[in-house]
């Protein structure tokens, strides 16, 4: 006998390939390359992500809320065969754009503007089918329900998504437990990453609405949602209005500029009451709830003056540190949101689809172009620069001079060094080149080396290149703290001498996989790594190949060294026996060809509960030699 339920998912789950099969690919692209990097991260070499990692997760992430945006404006507006594959054609031309020209390494501004591009996708997954609201003088209910479908269900396919990867773990905790089965940690990191990706997805993609004439019917509002509303998020946003007013007067009355971090709390306030107006705005003429329409025309009149407090406050940062991104995005959003204010109180709360829709546009300017927020916040730090350097006369035909940087003061220094790490942080020194007779670039060298050994190595050429030494400073009210920082660039590798290098911190803990890693060395003879196996009984010695695979070189045995240790020392009786040994009974040993390994032992823990499996665990160094 079949199951009813069963062949109805199925069926559910078939209609949404053929609904979204470009949104499903997307799907198990992410998914597939997330599990790819979980298993290269388990068996790599640290610091030394996979080229492919971000373009391919970045635009898999892109991919899928375009395709979806694309597939559902076709259904609205009933796009010929031809047309609905021209625009995914154009939307894949985009993201193969977009993967081409992804760093391997993105820095601070390429995450930022994946966000924003992210963000702008989403929007237009939630306006696109309804762009032809932008001429209608009033509201239809369609576009309200349209977006309440998709909100619930996210937060449902969220639910359903956690509940049975946490049922799942624990399934396979269970399994590890009971029958003493080796679960590697990265399957749990494969369940999250297919639960999330492929699972989350086609769930959601299930409840996407497909008959949009159906939408427009009149039907009943959750009154769950309205409680929520009017007893919950409405009452917060009063609360901070009356906060940020009081704060407001403060200010007017002792005559203090506002605080930067007052900007953060008037953006929350106008979102939160932006969003509780939207959830609210089905039942805004319903006579019983002449209060909604009150609230949103005070609401709207009360954030013109907490604008001017947020103007004032994020003007105060720029004039004394120039625009970064983050101030640029705190002034757009407060220009949209006057713009939104004024809007809504001229359209009388009519007109919600404006909200997404234009978001989505400010999102997408800012996101690149010389408008956007990245060349804006180049050329003001630039220009801050130039401008701190003539000043304190430091520059010789426009290019810095170090002979003129001996008697700098610490607030010019300052200046100048928030504006170099500025460039330095998201990679950005070629700007600042035309300010420099020397050449700013990392060395081929470094290439591929950790990011934070790449960024000393530009801040020391800056250091020479304008003769000011950067140092940490911290103020706090009127006194100034410094610091000196010095710290080595691999602790974990101690170069003796030529063919010798010590290895710190190789420490095997309870509780993690049978198989850790727990050191590797980047040498000049080739990069080594220390492998721990059988949850530390086995330590091998492994050596990076010419094919990219580890390949084993030592091996040694504590398991053997911790039983023998156990049988000579253990006495009838003794709970939790604990011995001091000689250095030499905790020395492991071994050698092959040229090649030959010492591993130190601090502590060695021998653990074995009732009947299960043997653990280790050992704090331990280690001296690796070449014979010359």
């Excluded at 705005?281 to 009360?302: C, G, L, V």
């Excluded at 991104?325 to 359209?347: K, S, T």
């Excluded at 010789?396 to 170090?402: L, M, S, Y």
């Excluded at 060094?417 to 070629?430: L, M, Q």
């Amino acid at each position: 006998m079949r199951l009813p339920s069963v062949q109805a998912a199925l069926a559910t789950a078939a209609a949404v390939l053929r609904r979204f099969p470009l949104t499903l690919l997307w799907a198990f692209v992410l998914g597939g390359a997330a599990i790819r990097l979980i298993h290269f991260d388990s068996d790599r070499i640290p610091n030394n992500e996979p080229a492919w990692a971000f373009p391919v997760l970045s635009t898999a992430g892109l991919g899928l809320s375009l395709t979806l945006a694309l597939a559902l404006m076709a259904e609205r507006y009933r796009w010929t065969a031809a047309a609905r594959w021209g625009a995914q054609a154009g939307g894949a031309a985009l993201l193969a754009a977009w993967y081409a020209l992804a760093p391997t390494e993105p820095d601070l501004s390429w995450g930022l503007r994946l966000f924003l591009l992210g963000l702008g996708l989403h929007l237009v997954v939630a306006a696109g089918p309804y762009l032809s609201e932008l001429r209608r003088r009033a509201d239809t209910p369609g576009f309200w329900r349209y977006n309440e479908t998709l909100f619930l269900r996210f937060l449902l396919g969220g639910v359903y998504s956690g509940v049975l990867f946490v049922g799942c773990a624990l399934a396979l905790v269970a399994v590890k437990k009971l029958f003493d089965v080796d679960v590697p940690e990265y399957w749990f990191g494969y369940l999250f990453v297919t639960l999330g990706t492929v699972f989350n997805t086609w769930f959601f993609l299930a409840g996407v609405p497909q008959d949009f004439a159906a939408l427009e019917a009149e039907t009943g509002y959750p009154k769950g949602l309205k409680l929520f509303t009017q007893f919950v998020l409405l009452p917060l946003v009063v609360l901070y209005l009356a906060i940020l007013y009081a704060y407001l007067a403060r200010i007017l009355v002792t005559w203090t500029l506002p605080q930067g971090w007052v900007s953060t709390l008037v953006l929350a306030l106008a979102v939160a009451g932006i969003f509780a107006l939207l959830l609210i705005h089905p039942i805004r003429h319903a006579a019983e709830n002449a209060w909604i329409r009150t609230f949103a025309r005070w609401f709207y009149r009360a954030l013109f003056p907490l604008l001017g407090l947020l103007a004032v406050a994020i003007g105060t940062r720029v004039r004394a540190y120039g625009i970064t991104e983050e101030r640029y995005f705190v002034l757009v959003l407060a220009g949209w949101l006057l713009g939104m204010a004024v809007y809504f109180l001229w359209r009388r709360g009519q007109g919600i689809i404006w909200i997404p829709a234009s978001l989505a546009v400010v999102a997408f300017l800012s996101a690149g172009g010389p408008w956007g927020a990245f060349a804006v916040a180049q050329r003001s730090q630039l220009a801050r620069l130039r401008a701190t350097a003539t000043q304190y006369g430091l520059l010789t035909n426009g290019r810095f001079d170090a002979r003129r940087a001996a008697q700098l003061p610490d607030e010019a220094r300052r200046r100048l060094w928030s504006g170099f790490d500025f460039f330095v942080d998201r990679r950005e020194t070629a700007a600042l080149q035309p300010l420099f007779t020397a050449r700013l670039a990392l060395p081929d060298s470094l290439r591929g080396k950790p990011r934070w050994w790449q960024k000393e190595e530009l801040q020391e050429q800056l250091e020479r290149a304008t003769g000011i030494t950067r140092y940490g400073t911290a103020e706090d009210g009127t006194t100034t703290v410094r610091w000196h920082t010095f710290q080595l660039r691999n602790p974990q590798v101690w170069p003796l001498g030529p063919g010798r290098y010590w290895l710190n911190g190789l420490d095997m803990r309870y509780g993690q996989s049978g198989d850790q890693q727990l050191g590797t060395a980047a040498l000049p003879e080739g990069t080594f790594r220390l492998q721990a196996s059988r949850y530390g009984r086995q330590l091998q010695l492994q050596q990076l190949a010419a094919d990219n695979r580890w390949r084993p070189r030592i091996t040694l045995q504590p398991g053997r060294l911790a039983d023998s240790l156990v049988a000579a020392h253990s006495a009838p009786g003794e709970v939790e026996p604990n011995k001091e040994l000689p250095a030499a009974t905790l020395t492991l040993r071994g050698q092959q060809g040229p090649l030959r390994l010492q591993v130190f032992l601090r502590q060695l823990n021998h653990r074995q509960q009732d009947t299960q499996r043997v653990e280790l665990h050992y704090e331990a160094q280690a001296l690796l030699e070449f014979a010359q």
